[in-house]
């Protein structure tokens, strides 16, 4: 990465920097530079490489040709009960490290620093919004900062390195001395700003037979300094190694490993297939949009049929490894929600079979491309549909199990279950793929020959399933026969007691539904409902179930959501007494057609 440009080199971290100071030989200011970007109303600071930044707790270190303006320039907008002292230490700092310097930028900072007075900083060029902020410095008549001069970097990589000698390091398998303190990550979700360690030791309780903080741990300086810098890069807001949104409270990374057979080309493919595959991002256009989501369905539809991962991704390598990381925050602490690492091709076929238990016909409303998880989730288990309330465990298990092609937890089918009996709207039909998933995934995994239909099946033998029909059909009995001004149908009454207790709800429904039948027979019209509910009733056993388990409920949900679209589909009347109801938008109901729903 470092080599690519996409990471710091080896003793440099990426750092937001302010504001430039423009040396003159004799190492007077003599220009104040503003290198901060507009983002938005607001002026950002400008993220820069320069000298790794040194880790403060409470004592008074200062970093290396670069820091904030108490260090550098003795002056901050606070109190400053110790600003003196932290700029006393940054000129010890450079006196000793530029000691018998001879580069010209070297020289211009050592003598800026010997001769600058804090009571100079109310002057021009410099400016009040200049405190606190870092800053760097530069030669006059040249565009390198000084950090980035040969000499500078020289300096840098001839700072005291650990002695070979010591614990063998966790990750590198040699003996070096540890790391005392681990480098702080930064960009996860809901983490402190300011960074959060993935590996620390505080407390005397963290600690085994007396070692002091990494000794717990023992990682070299250098291996420490890859894994931060690395991490750091990939969790950067604009990087293609991370996933747009969090799954639930997991912010998730991903790589291909680069090898004597696997090319940075290749690698790169694997990333960008990988992160259009499971997090697709909306196309410029609606058109694009729809074209590239029927790529992205016919690619998986491929996998999951069986074709190689060189038919429907050429650009990959065979055999390429590919790593995934979920991270979440745990106060000053991140945890591994999880890790996984596999060949690409074993990732996208487990992807691929994920959204083939998840084929639903007619497809759920709104999807028009193979949904990513996240949005999955928000639909089937989050109040409001907000992401902030996906429960955090179960987006990470979630994840586990189609990045691993085990089980679904049984909480996401509780979870859709418990969505459903508060009111969320079975008909779009979101909640009946999940469930059809985790039916699916059950049933393949167990040796079950068992299957859960993707479309209407009226011969299902499940009675869950025909039950569920059976509302369907009940439900549109009456709003046949009451038509428009509907406060409330059977489903907002009982959708709930009726996937749970069928024998104490459907009696007084069934008895409801012959008022309906007898209306509509009355007024002579829509005798297919009638023919529906008795066909259904048929096939149903000759005492109905008292409650039904949670898988029953599921397929419940999956034969009303069948039954209901089959209606709408063969009965444009019925989809418009819908379309004029108080409970439903003008088009809610209507059949799903791909090309709209695409769009």
Known sequence: MAARGEAEAPGFSREKIGFCLVLAPDGAVVEMQDLRETAGRKRQPRLLDVPAAVKRTAGILPNRLWDKTAYVLGRTAGPGRRTAEEHAAFKALHRELLAGADDPGLLALARFLESWDPAAFDAAPFEPEMLDANLVFRLAGEHAYLHDRPAARRLVAGAPAAEATGPVCLVTGRPAAPLRLHPTIKGVEGAQSSGAALVSFNKDAFTSYGKMQGDNAPVSAEAGFRYGAALNRMLDRTSRNRLRRPLGDATVVFWADTSATVDEDAATAAEDTFAAWFDPAPGPAPDQDAAEAALIRDALAALAAGRPIAAVAPAVSPGTRFHILGLTPNAARLSVRFWLEDSFEAFARRLAQHHADLALEPRPRGWGRPPAIGRLLVKTTALQEKFENIPPLLAGEVARAVLAGTRYPRSWLAAALVRLRAGDDPSTGWHAAAIRACLMRDLRLTGDRGEIPVSLDKDDPSPAYQLGRLF????????????????????????????????????????????????????????????????????????????????????????????????????????????????????????????????
């Open 472 to 599: 369907a059909a009940l439900e549109a009995a009456q709003r046949l026969a009451l038509g428009r001004g509907l406060n409330a149908t059977i489903r907002d009454r009982y959708f709930g007691a009726a996937s749970a207790t069928p024998a104490g709800v459907f009696p007084l429904l069934l008895r409801g539904a012959q008022n309906h039948v007898g209306r509509l027979r009355k007024d002579g019209k829509d005798y297919w409902i009638e023919r529906e509910i008795g066909e259904i009733v048929e096939r149903l056993p000759s005492a109905l179930p008292r409650v039904l388990r949670l898988e029953a409920q599921g397929r419940f949900a999956i034969g009303y959501y069948h039954q209901r679209q089959a209606q709408f589909a063969r009965r444009p009347a019925l989809a418009s007494v819908e379309a004029d109801g108080t409970e439903a938008g003008p088009t809610d109901d209507t059949p799903i057609e791909d090309s709209q729903d695409d769009v």
